[in-house]
């Protein structure tokens, strides 16, 4: 499943890639992370429930910061291992300036695989969209924190 | 207190003349007795003291590198006997035998991925534990390291060869070939119009029987033998393709079967799993029983092909006389062939249809996939070609306004051309297609068809009416393997049945083939009680199959509609032998000659004389106990007979792809009327008459009960069945639950039709019968097109048709016709 | 909430009272094929749809694969193999034979118990009420055309032709 936007930030460019490089604020924007744990500056991995079923899904994600051009550009790939679930995601967003603030332009290319990937897209498509507006969500408050700073 | 009601008779219509006899009568079914009291014996009915239970890891992803196993925590479990991975198998086993032609040839084959995995629910791993809870348990604790590669999910994308799925065969195609015969171009020059039709689908379904694969498997490691209780359909090929991997003798590899809940061909292709029960029940010095998910049955077991035709031609006159066809096929057989690619040949058994069109030509490939592997699904590749003809002539009516009834009688093979030669060298037996229609017709109301159509207006529906005719070819030369790959060394066909008299009078039956329902104990003893003259009550048919009875032959099994022809014909043939050494023995006693006697009653006695008698008791008791009484020439009668049937075919033409590919031909003409709800594409079949035609019927209500089964599945595979992935190789309909099979409430009302073209080529006049030929899926395509002509006449392209498509038709239709002509 | 991993449960089946010690999980198909050797119920998906597994849970007709056997603590559970006593078949289990209403015999046991708790609660039941009842249960082999006509006879309604 492919999913992508675009979403403005009343802060300049600088803080919003601070934010979005920064895994201990960006686990703070993903919703459902119980834990977190950052391994270097290109690698951390992030234990979250995400809403699905009774009691939700228990996945450990992993991330890896595949390509940076500060502050720009960059690109992750993510691997989670849930039970019934395999997901791999890659994803990038694209920063540019827009007067005092910032537009991020970003995508992102979900698999799922296993027995939760046989429910097909019609099913999954809403809770993935589920999932990224609570990250968008997230961020647009982790950001405003971090400008008020 | 309920009344008993006699066995109703099937509605006749039409019958050759019947000798008396229990053939041709609906005996009670020796099945039935311990099948409604829950006594069957299913194979996971059996069981042995401190059995593992076998649960396989299986790949979540359609094309992986396999990077690691950790059975690290699996083997700490407690209760977990023992595991077993690819890494084991490609040291203990060599790869399955493979029928392709290079490059299909090269593909290597084995029981658990080796490296690699190619479709979603491919084994990986096995772990077996002391319960089916902690099987499961301990293969969520096996740790598996993938490395995802890109997917195909189309056959026309594995074409291009870009992603290669078999490394060693170096391509995607498994097998190619253009067949041609007759005078394509000649036809088409001839021809007043061209029907072009850009692209018609065969979709992906199966018959999913509702007992899942399996087996208990034991090891003797005395002797080396593996014994494996199980509901393998066929296995002499089965086998076949284990011994060799194994590196074993056939005859180590014990398959008894008793009750067997559907198979319908997915029971063909359980070698893999199997190979890895035995290595298994091997290593771990314990029986190991596995028991399929419905789940892993839809995701990987097996499917029916599924076939795109492209670019198809047809060569018409102004007056509705076919010439011929020309087209390409491309059959997408899944991540392994195994029995394919026979696909790619066994269709030409019906080449042209119930039509006499002489000048077709096809260019088939066939290609993996990363989807479920195919095996002999109900209807074996005959179904998809038989949807092509008939789909042809329907789309060809439509565009050329020509009345769908009489382009088919002008069109079909007629009754008194039979034995008819096809254009490549098959030869239909017997059998009148039109009256078949006539009689469907008939049994639909046809002629009220222009009222039906007004009333259904009145009501705001479309109705649309439609034909599909089919054949349901039986006993098929294995020969027609070699046109595919010369160098293979099979042809021809054989069953085995033996016929024992006992000391006591007992007469027991013995077959080769492995019934699932079709009534085999109850026939084969209609056949003995008719020649031996007694009553099937007192014939015993030893239920299943089991190797140890030596009552098998290289390709025994129950597939392929022929059982009526193979298995009642090797019965016959023991039965007769059986016969003759029952009056042989009797003349020998009373002193007199073999002519002067006859088999009545249980007895052997002079035809004159019918006091001077001896039972069957007595002559199993002289054979068995008393031989000394006998005189000397007649002491070489054992009393215990076993006879091959062999059906009389030869090698196929290699260069003409040319010769006879199968002994029996049964037809059908079903026709349905549908009811369309133009506002949101929901349709009803509202009515349904099917007829059948498969020569002299043994046991008229097991024919009917085929008949009805066969149309139930054609029904939901024209309707909802199919199997439906994403773009990542996910099964989006891998259980009951999606996957929707018919019900008793989607049922339409069915009437029902015989005939009874006997066939001159078999033992019985009977021919096999039972797989339907999908003429369902043919008239229910044929009557959506008929009735959205009005509203933008689409094209039905595809196979299965859900409501969602219908309405997708009503939104946007699809033409893809072009005629051409003069 | 105390999780509860094994218990001891007290059911009676066929008429026999058992007392058994299970596994919480163990589902209650699994419970009389494997541990009460009543392997006539079978099983035939994974998701609860084909009713292969049908019993009667105090006389009501369930899937046995959609309980836990420990939540029959206290019930009287009736199999296939109730239906008939010392091989003399019922009159409904003659009708499936005579009117040839099974082929591989998987779907039948799932079939007579949905036709059982159909006959019990209603005598005279009309083809749509019998295509109703056993809705619920999925036969691959019959198109059910032989089994409607096996209720029908077994209510001693005449059979539609």
Same mark, same amino acid.
């Given at each position: ?149 | ?15 050759? /003349? ?13 099945? @039935?007795?311990? &099948?409604?009291?829950? /006594? ?12 593992? %239970? ?7 992803? $359609? !094309? ?42 090269? +593909? ?24 089916? /809870? ?24 594995? &074409? ?58 034991? %090891? ?118 195994? =029995? ?45 070609? &038989? ?6 002539? @329907? +789309?060809? $009516? ?68 439609? +034909? ?55 026939? $084969? ?19 299943? !199959? ?35 050494? +029952? ?12 002519? @002067? ?45 076993? =006879? ?34 133009? /506002? ?7 009515? %349904? ?35 439906? =992935? ?12 999606? %996957? ?21 080529? #078999? ?15 043919? $008239? ?23 409501? !969602? ?14 005629? #051409?002509?003069? | ?161």
């Amino acid at each position: 499943m492919k999913v992508e936007g675009t979403r403005s930030f009343a802060a300049p460019r600088e803080t919003v890639w601070e934010v979005l490089n920064d895994p201990a604020r960006m686990a703070k924007t993903m919703p459902g992370v119980e834990s977190f744990d950052v391994s270097d500056d290109t690698h951390w991995r992030a234990n979250v429930k995400i809403p699905l079923g009774l009691g939700g899904l228990s996945m450990s994600i992993d991330f890896e910061k595949t390509e940076e051009r500060r502050p720009e550009f960059a690109r992750l790939a993510a691997k989670g291992n849930g039970v019934g679930a395999i997901m791999n995601m890659v994803t990038a967003f694209h920063l540019t300036e827009d007067g005092g603030g910032t537009e991020m332009k970003w995508e992102a290319d979900v698999k799922i695989a296993g027995p939760v990937g046989s429910m097909g897209q019609r099913v999954l498509q809403p809770i993935v969209n589920q999932q990224v507006n609570a990250v968008l969500t997230a961020l647009e408050k982790q950001v405003q924190e971090a400008n008020t700073q | 207190m309920t009344e008993t009601q006699t066995q109703p008779q099937p509605l006749v219509v039409e019958r050759e /003349e019947t000798k008396p006899g229990f053939v041709g009568q609906n005996v009670p079914r020796k099945e @039935d007795k311990r &099948l409604v009291q829950g /006594e069957g014996v299913f194979f996971d009915d059996v069981k042995r003291h401190g059995m593992g %239970y076998v649960h396989f890891v299986r790949s979540p992803y $359609a !094309h992986a590198k396999v990077k690691s196993i950790d059975l690290t925590k699996a083997l700490e479990l407690g209760g977990v006997y023992g595991t077993l991975t690819g890494d084991e198998v490609a040291i203990l086993t060599d790869p399955f035998f493979e029928l392709s032609v290079k490059p299909g040839a090269d +593909i290597k084959d084995y029981a658990l991925a080796v490296g690699r995995v190619r479709h979603v629910g491919e084994p990986v791993a096995a772990v077996v534990a002391s319960s089916r /809870e902690l099987a499961r348990d301990a293969a969520d604790l096996v740790e598996v390291e993938y490395e995802p590669l890109p997917v195909l999910t189309t056959g026309e994308e594995a &074409l291009r060869d870009e992603t290669i799925l078999h490394e060693d065969a170096g391509s995607n195609v498994v097998w190619s070939g253009v067949f041609d015969w007759g005078d394509w171009e000649g036809a088409k020059a001839e021809a007043d119009h061209v029907v072009k039709i850009e692209r018609l689908h065969f979709d992906r379904f199966s018959s999913t029987p509702l007992e899942c694969a399996g087996a208990l498997v034991e %090891y003797n490691r005395g002797t080396g033998q593996w014994t494996m209780h199980c509901n393998h359909q066929m296995p002499g090929i089965g086998a076949i393709w284990m011994a060799p991997a194994l590196r074993t003798g056939v005859d180590k590899l014990r398959f008894v079967t008793q009750d067997i809940g559907g198979a319908f061909g997915n029971k063909i292709c359980l070698h893999p799993q199997f190979v890895a029960l035995c290595l298994l029940a091997r290593k771990l010095n314990r029986p190991v029983q596995w028991t399929e998910w419905r789940t892993d049955q839809h995701t990987a077991n097996a499917h029916g092909n599924e076939r795109t035709f492209l670019d198809v031609e047809v060569a018409v006159k102004a007056d509705g006389t076919l010439l011929g066809f020309n087209c390409r096929a491309i059959d997408d057989c899944g991540a392994f062939p195994r =029995y394919e690619p026979l696909g790619c040949i066994i269709w030409a058994q019906v080449t042209p249809g119930c039509y006499r069109w002489r000048n077709i030509r096809v260019d088939f490939t066939q290609v993996c996939t990363n989807k479920s592997p195919v095996s002999p699904n109900r209807g074996y590749s005959r179904m998809q070609h &038989l949807w092509l003809t008939e789909r042809i002539v @329907d +789309i060809v $009516a439509h565009e050329l306004e020509l009345d769908p009834v009489e382009i088919r009688k002008r069109n079909y093979v007629r009754a008194e051309e039979m034995p008819y030669e096809t254009p490549n060298g098959c030869v239909y037996d017997s059998g009148d297609y039109a009256r078949g229609l006539d009689l469907a017709l008939e049994l639909i109301g046809y002629d009220r068809l222009e009222e039906k159509r007004r009333d259904a207006e009145e009501r705001g529906k479309l109705l649309g009416f439609g +034909i599909g005719s089919t054949l349901d070819s039986g006993t098929n030369n294995f020969g027609q393997s070699t046109l595919l790959n010369p160098e293979l060394q099979f042809s021809g066909n054989n069953e085995v049945a033996t016929v024992k008299l006992d000391i006591f009078g007992e007469i027991v039956v013995t077959l080769g083939t492995v019934p699932q329902g079709q009534g085999h104990e109850t026939t $084969a003893a209609q056949v003995v009680a008719d020649i031996l003259g007694c009553s099937p009550d007192d014939v015993t048919v030893r239920p299943g !199959h089991d190797s140890y009875w030596n009552s098998h032959a290289g390709f025994s099994g129950t597939y392929a509609s022929q059982f009526a022809v193979t298995g009642l014909g090797a019965v016959k043939g023991a039965t007769d032998m059986l016969a003759s050494q +029952i009056k042989r023995v009797a003349a020998g006693v009373l002193g007199a000659s073999e002519d @002067d006697l006859e088999l009545a009653e249980g007895q052997a006695r002079l035809k004159a004389n019918p006091e001077a008698a001896i039972p069957f008791m007595g002559i199993g008791a002289i054979v068995n106990a008393n031989n000394a009484i006998l005189p000397m020439e007649v002491r070489d009668v054992t009393l215990n007979c076993r =006879y091959v049937y062999v059906p009389p075919f030869e090698l196929p033409d290699f260069e003409r792809k040319f010769g006879n590919l199968t002994l029996t031909y049964a037809s059908q003409v079903h026709v349905c009327l549908i009811e369309i709800d133009p /506002e949101t594409g929901v349709y009803d079949i509202v009515d %349904y008459a099917a007829v059948d035609d498969c020569g002299k019927r043994i046991h008229p209500q097991i024919v009917e009960g085929q008949v009805h089964g066969a149309t139930a599945q054609a029904l939901g595979a024209a309707t909802h069945e199919i199997f439906a =992935y994403d773009d990542e190789g996910n099964l989006l309909t891998p259980n009951f639950y999606d %996957y929707h099979v018919p019900h008793a409430l989607d049922m339409p009302p069915m009437q029902n039709g015989y005939l009874e073209s006997a066939s001159p080529f #078999t033992p019985l006049g009977a021919k096999g019968m039972g797989e339907g030929g999908g003429a369902g899926i043919h $008239a229910v395509c044929a009557a959506l097109q008929d009735a959205l002509r009005s509203r933008g006449n689409t094209t039905v392209w595809r196979s299965c048709n859900p409501y !969602h498509q219908v309405w997708q038709y009503l939104q946007s239709p699809a033409r893809g016709v072009e005629v #051409t002509g003069r | 909430m105390e999780t509860v991993s094994s218990k001891r449960i007290a059911v009676t089946v066929n008429g026999e009272r058992i007392e058994y010690d299970l596994e919480a999980r163990r589902l209650l198909v699994h419970f009389l094929r494997d541990d009460l050797d009543l392997t006539g119920t079978h099983v035939g998906c994974d998701t609860g749809n084909c009713g292969a597994c049908s019993v009667l849970y105090n006389g009501r007709l369930v899937k046995s694969c959609m309980l836990l056997a420990i939540q029959a603590e206290g019930a009287t559970i009736e199999t296939v193999e109730s239906l008939s006593s010392d091989g003399e078949l019922t009159p409904l289990q003659q009708a499936f034979s005579d009117h040839h209403a099974l082929q591989c015999g998987y779907c039948t046991p799932g079939m007579l118990m949905s036709a059982t708790a159909l006959l019990r609660a209603d005598e005279r039941p009309t083809e749509q009420q019998i295509r109703k009842a056993i809705q619920g249960n999925i036969c691959r082999c019959t198109g059910y055309v032989n089994i409607v006509r096996a209720i029908q006879a077994a209510s001693g309604q005449a059979v539609e032709r």
